[in-house]
């Protein structure tokens, strides 16, 4: 097991190839803070720079994966500051670049070069849920409560929501609970596309660890990353740009060792064992 990096509001950890980030704020059900924002892009970073590391899956804990912004953070509720609490989002989640803060790099989910999964163990509400919505993939527990609850706090959606829901669930589907700020279980976010599938709260994490296990032993790490970028970018880019960009990667990664490996792993009916790496494989994009 790697060592764990300690951060003060997250868990950091990492075993057989696999990172858990969890939110660690139980006693504010992981209320998100700008030191959380500034934490999890730092987490992000580490685990894109570790080539050991082959997915990456964010969860909460406790019972709940994240009620939103903590609104009493300032303590203003209290009637100790006299202000409004200040809820604008640090640049670095405006301007999703990679650039580092304080002299530490900082990512979003999709920039890293690894599969992120988002273990939504219960409730994610707000930033909880834009938070989720920025990962590739995302486990639900079936009695979570899910939603964008901005308008009614008299905001709107923040981290990236009004281009990553419409394109998971179509701009009605995304308006109507944006405008609404309903919230919904997770068997109908389900079927609305919010989410890939369902579990008990108690076998969320796992059900996450198993799909990332599976990833690692099945997939070539190059591969991966490759296709998480272009996936991601193909959603803003024109459909010449992402075919001419499919050619050229696919002609890239098919002159790797690991793409060898595939197909005589392939033939000889055994596990293939990967040599390849994602810091030399898969450089990190100039788009993303």
Known sequence: MHASIVYETLIYEVEDEICVITLNRPDRMNAYTTLMGVEVGQALANADDDDGIRAVVITGAGRVFCAGADLDHSDVNLGRVERSPDLTPPSWWQHPSGTAQGGRRLLHPFEVRKPVIAAINGHAVGAGMT???????????????????????????????????????????????????????????????????????????????????????????????????????????????????????????????????????????????WTGVVSIDAPPSTLL
Not at 137 to 144: K, L, M, N, W
Not at 167 to 181: C, N, W
Not at 185 to 201: C, D, I, T
């Open 131 to 273: 938070l989720a919505m920025l990962c590739d993939i995302r486990y639900s527990s079936d009695d979570a409560k899910l939603g964008f609850p901005f308008a009614a706090r008299g905001l709107i959606p923040d981290l990236m929501a009004h281009w990553t829901v419409p394109r998971a669930i179509g701009s009605g589907l995304a308006l109507e609970l944006f405008f609404t700020s309903r919230l919904v279980r997770g068997h109908e976010a389900m079927a609305m596309g919010l989410v890939n599938r369902v579990f008990h709260a108690d076998q969320v994490l796992s059900s996450a660890r198993e799909l990332a296990s599976e990833i690692a032993r099945t997939s070539a790490p190059a591969s991966v990353a490759l296709s998480k970028e272009l996936v991601w970018q193909s959603l803003e880019l024109p459909l010449a740009v992402t075919r001419a960009k499919e050619r050229d990667q696919f002609n890239a990664v098919a002159r790797l060792p690991d793409a060898v490996e595939g197909v005589e792993s392939f033939l000889q009916k055994r596990p293939p064992v």
